[in-house]
């Protein structure tokens, strides 16, 4: 048999477990907004017969009450590798598709404005030249479209090379918050272990732990796995950057301004360079600076070395206002010919107009000059190559931001809170705690008859 | 996928980012409206920005080939002037060639006269050879000089063609070739003349004669030249005409490619305006219950 004041026991057990469902689901309420909470549910279990403790002792009794057996924190680490590893690939994506927008905006084509309309201006006034050799009109005419020529393509170079710096001092930012993420993640997986060994709850540090390692995968597309203690290991394109306690540094192992750029982890002996093809912001960093802009900036390059050299031999051919021989119109580094296109004349009488020397008023190499070529299209080219990889970066963006949704969605049905789930289970642990002080209510007035009237009758 | 669990906070980043969706559209929307441009940026259709861009560089082009023309137009016109004042001044000449000829008609008195009067024509015509357009004269080939012929007659221009590209390759002759014109120095209409005039004053019939036939083969001559002009005229103003339809024809596909079509993109912005206020009205719906509102 129990004893007397076993069902009072049980009562209190009860009260006391409901109290902890209520501070829980208070809790998740609180939450219910909080970035990277994971809701806790109380996990109870009925406390059942005493071991045995002797040859012949029996328990009689028929349980005991309930208890909290575990605060469970909902979370799935495989959805969250997941969700991780999306969400690496999106920012990869997005940040790619950002600067490649702006790069488009800036080169104002189709349209009166860019590169190829300020080609058929100059073409134009070639024209205007052949009719008029003698002018001098004409002729200014001539030097002013060029000089607008020569200023779109080197504004265009400009945008590229401050597209290339603003990418390359981004990707510094982006080092300096991947290695604070790392050295807090290290620190966290301690605490993780040190709390875990002692029993404490960690589900607060749990919280942190993945908010720190998705931020890591955001920032590099690094990929993390659960140690037994509970940390995260982390690792950047298969380099280990965390383990356990231990934070590596990423840093740039190609210097500033060397292309491609290359990362190594430092932390041990020597430095293990990382694998290029990496993912995250850095990734779309780096493949900015090491492919895509330095193509487009070639591209641009191309054009304006064939613009100058096809001028500049057109030039040569001719006879300029004078009769001598004409002189390059326009000079260029081959390092950068873009950004360095300049004109080379500043008098409109050494325009090349006559195909004749003696100086006469011929306008033949002007028309020959005034010809559309192959700049044009290859100008075209260009343009078009840039927009279709605009085109192509904002669709991925849409895409993966859709199945990133799809992910959160199937995390957030996990571990997100609901209002209304947490008002049931605060409404039920209300009830629960009413019935069980119903049952010490019973059990008192029980024994107040026990105590109280037995004995009396009669009397 | 079936949803199991549905939170407040996965319909708040629903609701989000279907509001988020839908007003990004309108604002692409708004901003071709806005704009008028189907195309701002090569993105929006690569291929169709190639297009574009390739039209506009012919547009200038054909535009530039149409200025070309009617410079050339303003050539030849003054050329043809030149050459019929020409005509009408050597018939004169050759009047006055024939009155001297009919013998014992003219005293010597009267043939002194004649002569002087062909001179003053020859001079005339000097002047109206070295007859300018845009400060070039019309027979001076490609020289710098403003003058075709000296005082004396004889050709100071430099030979060479003064041409305008009316089309792609395409080059139309705009001045007046001085020799095939007037003929080679020292056989040309002024030297005739003079010879015609010293006939004259000494009487001499024949040379007179003979003088008056090399002067009709020099009409022939201009003739010919204004019959030249005339058809490279027409020439220029087909240039002139077909440059102009085909501008507008590209004027026409520029804007089909570039220009938003605009009652389609209006009534494209309001059936996304009105998906728009659906959403938020939706939202609004959906965000307000909770469980809260019916526990008392």
């Known amino acids: 048999m129990s004893g ?13 477990y409901n109290r902890v469902v209520m501070d829980v689901a208070s809790g998740n309420i609180a939450n219910a907004a909080t970035p990277g909470y994971n809701r806790r549910r109380v996990e109870g279990e009925s406390v059942g017969a005493a071991a045995q403790v002797a040859m012949w002792s029996r328990y009689e009794g028929s349980g005991e009450g309930v208890r909290v057996a575990d605060l469970h924190r909902l979370a799935d680490q495989f959805l969250d590798g997941r969700v991780r590893q999306e969400r690496a690939t999106l920012s990869y994506l997005d940040v790619r598709r950002t600067t490649l927008e702006r790069l488009e905006t800036g080169i104002a084509e189709p349209g009166p404005d860019g590169v190829g309309a300020a080609i058929a201006d100059f073409r134009a006034s070639l024209h205007a030249l052949a009719n008029e050799p003698g002018s001098d009109l004409a002729r200014t005419h001539v030097l002013t479209r060029a000089q607008t020529l020569v200023d779109a393509v080197r504004t265009q170079a400009a ?38 060994a002692a029993g404490t709850d960690v589900n607060a540090l749990l919280d942190r732990r993945d908010q720190v390692a998705l931020s890591l995968s955001s920032l590099t597309g690094a990929v993390a796995t659960e140690r037994p203690d509970g940390g995260l290991d982390v690792t950047v394109g298969g380099v280990p950057l965390v383990s356990g306690r231990e934070a590596g540094t990423l840093v740039r192992s190609s210097g500033t301004d060397v292309v491609p750029v290359t990362f190594a982890i430092r932390g041990g002996a020597a430095d293990v360079p990382v694998p290029a093809g990496i993912r995250g912001e850095l990734g779309a960093g780096a493949d900015l600076l090491s492919v895509t802009l330095p193509a487009y900036a070639a591209g641009l390059d191309a054009v304006a070395a064939s613009l100058a050299d096809q001028l500049n031999a057109g030039q040569q051919a001719g006879f300029d206002r004078d009769g001598n021989p004409g002189a390059p119109l326009l000079t260029y580094d081959p390092a950068d010919a873009a950004g360095s296109l300049r004109l080379a004349i500043t008098n409109p009488a050494r325009l090349a ?59 957030e049905q996990l571990t997100g809170v609901s209002l209304d789930e947490e008002m049931v289970s605060l409404m039920s642990a209300q009830r629960g705690y009413e019935a069980a002080s119903r049952v010490m209510n019973a059990v008192d007035s029980m024994l107040d008859t026990l105590i109280n009237r037995t004995g009396l009758v009669g009397r | 996928m079936t949803i199991t669990r549905v939170t407040q906070n996965m319909m708040t980043s629903r609701s989000l980012e279907h509001l988020n969706a839908g007003l990004s559209r309108l604002s692409k929307l ?160 002024f030297d005739h003349l003079t010879e015609m005039a010293a006939a004259v004053r000494s009487g001499d019939t024949a040379a007179l004669r003979a003088g008056m036939d090399t002067v009709a083969g020099d009409l022939d001559r201009l003739g010919v030249a204004v019959i030249d002009v005339g ?13 102009d339809a085909r501008e507008l024809s590209m004027v026409k596909s520029l804007a089909g490619i570039e220009q938003v079509d605009l009652p389609k993109a209006i009534l494209e912005l309001q059936t996304q305006e009105l998906a728009y206020q659906a959403a938020l009205a939706s939202t609004s719906r959906v965000m307000a219950p909770s469980l809260m509102d019916f526990l008392r």
């Open chain 1, 4 to 16: 007397s004041f076993a069902s009072l026991n049980s009562a209190l057990g009860a009260l006391r």
């Open chain 1, 159 to 196: 945008n590229v090379a401050r597209e290339t710096s603003d990418a390359s001092s981004r990707l510094e930012g982006t080092l300096t918050k991947v290695n604070a993420a790392a050295g807090e993640l290290a620190e966290l997986n301690r605490q993780i272990a040190q709390h875990g």
């Open chain 2, 231 to 243: 058809s490279r005229t027409v020439a220029l103003d087909r240039a002139v005409e077909t440059a």
């Open chain 2, 30 to 189: 708004q901003e071709q409206v806005a704009s008028g441009r189907a195309i701002s940026r090569p993105s929006d259709a690569p291929a169709e920005t190639t297009t574009a861009m390739r039209l506009r560089a012919t547009l200038t082009e054909v535009a530039q080939h149409r200025r070309n023309a009617e410079d050339g137009q303003g050539w030849l016109a003054e050329a043809d002037t030149m050459l019929q004042s020409m005509i009408t001044r050597t018939r004169q000449a050759r009047e006055i060639g024939i009155q001297a000829a009919n013998p014992g008609a003219v005293s010597p008195g009267g043939r002194e006269v004649l002569a002087g009067e062909i001179e003053q024509i020859r001079d005339s015509l000097i002047a109206l050879a070295n007859t300018k357009h845009q400060d070039r004269p019309v027979m001076g080939g490609i020289s710098g000089g403003s003058e075709a012929y000296s005082a004396g007659g004889t050709y100071v221009g430099v030979a060479g063609q003064v041409t305008r590209t009316v089309a792609d390759g395409v080059r139309i002759r705009v001045d007046l070739d001085a020799e095939a014109t007037l003929g080679p120095d020292g056989a040309n209409l």
């Open chain 1, 353 to 411: 107009a006559s195909s004749l020397p003696g100086g006469v008023l011929d306008g033949q190499n002007a028309t020959a000059m005034a010809a559309p070529t192959t700049v044009e299209t290859a100008y075209q080219r260009l343009v078009a190559g840039l927009g279709t990889e605009v085109a192509t970066a904002g669709r991925l963006v849409t895409n993966q931001a859709s199945l990133v949704a799809q992910v959160d969605g199937q995390r």
